[in-house]
């Protein structure tokens, strides 16, 4: 499995383009560009590599990790994935684009509802899904062989928002509980936004993860 980050959109998300090398087949996690520019950007380098894309994952329902969706999926005749508590979150959410790159615009919404444990293949490339809720009821995180795709729920020295609609401290403390942390300290952690990680540096050095910062989700 390869991948190719990209940082999109005017919140500066973390759009990444994941592709099994063997047959070429790809998928397209949080495509949250609401900038011409930065739709080319990802449209040209998937063009360039000769990838076809078979999915588009949302790792939770916010428009700066779904905005460019429809784009996307016109372009590739992709998928769209995402949790099933998210999905809602999707409608009319295109519309909101200042472009279209030639086309109309078009409603997105899911075609596939995602549930904790799925897999999402593409080639002989499979990623786990792992349901994460706190940052949203419907976020998720995606698990590989050595690495983990943590959307807004685990950045480089921090984690998501609980304050927005949807959001949840207890659902994020179980979240980060039961789910990340216990995955192996070697993993990478590619996060929406910010720089990449591993989770043994998240649980040595992130202020949240800390117990002896208060440990505000050990407990």
């Known amino acids: 499995m390869k991948l190719k980050m990209l940082t999109v959109g ?13 047959s070429r087949q790809a998928i397209v996690i ?3 560009f609401d900038r011409e520019k930065d739709a080319r950007k990802v449209l040209r ?28 999926k016109a372009e590739t005749n992709a998928l769209i994935l995402i949790h099933e508590f998210d999905a809602n979150m999707l409608d009319g959410m295109e ?14 919404s899911a075609d596939v ?3 904790d444990g799925d897999l999402v293949r593409f080639g002989k490339a499979i990623l786990r899904v792992l349901h994460t809720p706190g940052h949203t009821h419907g976020s998720i ?20 928002r609980v304050d927005l609609p949807g959001g949840s401290a207890e659902e994020m403390f179980h979240s980060l509980r039961e789910k990340i942390v216990v995955l192996p300290d070697a993993f990478t952690a590619y996060p929406g936004h910010g720089t990449v990680s591993t989770i043994g540096q998240e649980k040595r050095s ?9 440990g505000w989700f050990l407990r």
């Open 141 to 160: 995180s995606l698990v590989g062989s050595n690495c983990v795709f943590t959307g807004d729920t685990l950045f480089a020295g921090s984690i998501g």
């Open 206 to 214: 992130n202020p949240f993860l800390q117990e002896n910062s208060g």
């Open 30 to 32: 949080d495509p949250g």
């Open 10 to 22: 005017s919140l500066f998300t973390n759009c990444y383009v994941v592709w099994c090398s063997h």
């Open 95 to 108: 519309k909101r684009l200042p472009f279209t790159l030639g086309t109309e615009h078009q409603a997105s």
């Open 45 to 72: 380098f998937i063009k360039s590599d000769g990838l076809k894309v078979v999915s588009i994952v949302n790792t939770h329902g916010h428009s700066d990790h779904a905005c460019g969706n429809m784009i996307v």
């Open 113 to 115: 509802l995602l549930r």
